[in-house]
């Protein structure tokens, strides 16, 4: 399902890549530990993998309360829809609330920023992705709050490769609600329970994907692994 042996143009940073440099003080794991090896193959073979252990719990914990610090702070705002001047809310297609991450600026946030870096780095080193840089945000999702059924790769912009989302909600139940839905191949629909601490990897071009209400706050740490450009789009 992968295609490797990636050659790509330069591609401008934004303030939201976190590179080696950024996070050194964050947690690292070695690119052969086990749990990044199960993710690295699920990838290969399906592009896609749940692991349900993935943050130790008191990360997991340490990310929520910062999630709801800044919301209560009125600092995560609504997501908004398209890119560029064609950036809009829409509430009626994405009602989630974000807020990117920002390095050196929370330690649990760069512990978090330091796994994710491990995980770049195993992907690279056994699936030749050539992966650069890696972009965050949090995101909670009031009650009934959704997101339509769609790609995370943008039409005008390839450098999005493989995304990561990582759950931090204790004590969920099914009956809250709120999964992820991926669409893979043979028709088939595979729901993921938003539980504290699992983490869901898959190919962001190629794997259509919804999230579905919920009867209580969802939170998590959405991101993408991004590579270089490979063309210019017009």
Not at 12 to 37: A, T
Request: aromatic share 8%; hydrophobic share 40%.
């Amino acid at each position: 399902m992968l295609r490797l042996n990636i050659s790509t143009p330069p591609a401008r940073r934004s303030c939201r890549i976190f590179r080696r440099v950024d996070i050194m003080r964050g947690m690292q794991i070695p690119s052969d530990h086990p749990l990044l090896l199960r993710i690295v193959d699920d990838l290969y073979a399906q592009g896609w993998s749940q692991q349900n252990i993935f943050l130790p719990e008191a990360l997991t914990l340490e990310l929520a309360a910062e999630c709801h610090k800044r919301s209560a702070e009125g600092e995560l705002t609504p997501a908004a829809v398209g890119r560029g001047i064609t950036q809009e809310v829409r509430e009626g297609i994405r009602g989630d609330h974000i807020q990117w991450l920002e390095p050196g600026e929370v330690l649990a946030c760069d512990n978090y920023l330091g796994l994710m870096e491990s995980l770049r780095i195993a992907m690279n080193r056994r699936l030749f992705l050539g992966l650069e840089d890696f972009e965050s945000h949090f995101a909670l999702y009031p009650p009934g709050a959704f997101y339509l059924k769609h790609l995370d790769r943008f039409r005008d912009d390839d450098r999005r490769m493989v995304s990561a989302v990582v759950y931090l909600n204790q004590a969920w139940l099914p009956e809250h609600g709120g999964h992820l839905r991926m669409y893979l191949d043979d028709n088939v629909d595979y729901d993921v329970l938003p539980v504290g601490g699992c983490l869901v990897v898959f190919l962001s071009g190629e794997i259509p994907h919804e999230v579905m209400p919920a009867t209580r706050d969802r939170l998590s740490l959405t991101g993408w692994f991004r590579r270089r450009a490979t063309e210019v789009f017009v």
